[in-house]
């Protein structure tokens, strides 16, 4: 029960359909003027469906300069063991390392692999391509939603997350599992973070000693999100647009990056990117707890309308819009592929 009232009383724990439902009109009002729903996959065209369904996070990357990402390899579903290990050797990659499906789902099957035998376990259960990915070096992670219309040659930041990744302090008495109970935010995450720790949950931390139990920052997975778009500078839009003026056709997303610090990041150095999304993209820092409902709709409105004045403007471009047909059989597969990464366990 009192993780139930937890939800109902933080609007960022809602679910999808109720959280969006104001905009599901405004999505209609636009589709009526685009004779079509899935404007969408014009907002970025060179990759598939924009970035709103069914894109290959391998295919994005190959749009970024590599300096700015970590180094990267698809594995195909289905591949021998033999080859697996070939091909991990291959790329020198070594332990940790992330693994994560190629066509992702909100930071589902997203792990951190620790040895060989976690590898393997994991290839076998795998029934979707995945990525290899080296862990990036950096601390602090962030979300960048970035703008830019088609007759523009400079683009814009709208908005910025941080993340504060779910991490436990020891206090020397209590173990992790009982740590966990102490924040409901963590609480959520027991079932899953029990299946992917065992008995490493009954360890008492000493003192002051912190323990990051999932490696990424994903919202669904624990981590806090706080609105940091106060950090928005000349020279941080500067660094961000230079290095997204460089992705081919790339108008509206996310940007998610790991950096050393603000001013380094500034600077344009020490920092890599984690992914790069597109016309899905949500402005996740309307879910800062800080943040009203009201609020989060006004967000949400400002950027869909951004999508859909870019997504006409490239359409005009003679980029065409997918045919009904053919988004609802990519809308079908997107489903399938759904399934798919939530059955995985």
């Known amino acids: 029960m009192k993780l139930f009232f937890h939800k109902l009383t933080h609007w960022e724990y809602w679910p999808m359909p109720v959280v969006y439902f104001p905009i599901f009109f405004q999505w209609l009002w636009y589709a009526a003027r685009c004779k079509t729903v899935f ?31 970590p180094k990267t390899h698809l594995i195909t579903s289905g591949m021998n063991t033999q080859k697996l290990l ?27 692999i620790e040895s060989e035998k ?14 290899l990915q080296d862990l990036i070096p950096f601390e602090n992670e962030i979300g960048v939603f970035y703008v830019r219309f088609p007759n523009e040659s400079k683009g814009r930041i709208t908005g910025i997350v941080a993340k504060e990744l779910l991490t436990v302090t020891g206090d020397g008495i209590l173990n ?7 924040d409901p935010r963590h609480q959520m995450q027991q079932k899953a ?28 997975r624990g981590a806090k999100f706080t609105d940091a778009s106060h950090q928005i500078s000349a020279q941080l839009n500067e660094v961000i647009d230079g290095l997204c003026t460089q992705i081919p056709d790339f108008y509206f997303g996310r940007l998610d990056i790991m950096f050393q610090s603000w001013e380094e990041l500034e600077a344009g150095v020490n920092f ?5 999304n597109g016309s899905a993209s949500e402005p996740t820092h309307i879910y800062d707890p800080k943040h009203s409902i009201f609020f989060g709709w006004r967000e949400l409105s400002r950027h869909v309308s951004y ?7 490239n359409h005009q471009r003679g980029w065409p819009y997918l ?8 809308y079908q597969m997107h489903r399938a592929h759904n399934r798919q990464i939530l059955n995985f366990k």
């Open 307 to 313: 999508m859909f004045q870019i997504s006409q403007l």
């Open 176 to 182: 992790i599992e009982q740590l966990l109970q102490k």
């Open 86 to 112: 070939q091909t991990f050797a291959k790329f020198n990659f070594s332990y940790p390392l992330m693994v994560k499906p190629d066509i992702g789902l909100r930071g589902s099957a997203v792990q951190k």
């Open 193 to 220: 973070i029990a299946y992917e720790h065992g008995t490493a949950l009954k360890t008492v931390l000493p003192q002051g000693e912190k323990r990051k139990l999932v490696p990424y920052g994903n919202h669904i």
């Open 272 to 276: 890599q990117i984690v992914e790069l």
């Open 323 to 330: 045919t009904f047909s053919e988004g609802i059989k990519q």
């Open 39 to 69: 404007f969408f996959n014009t907002a970025n065209p060179s990759i598939k469906n924009g970035g709103f369904f069914m894109e290959s996070k391998m295919n994005i990357y190959a749009l970024i300069p590599p300096e700015f990402y």
């Open 118 to 131: 976690q590898l393997l376990h994991y290839h076998s259960r795998a029934s979707f391509d995945y990525l």
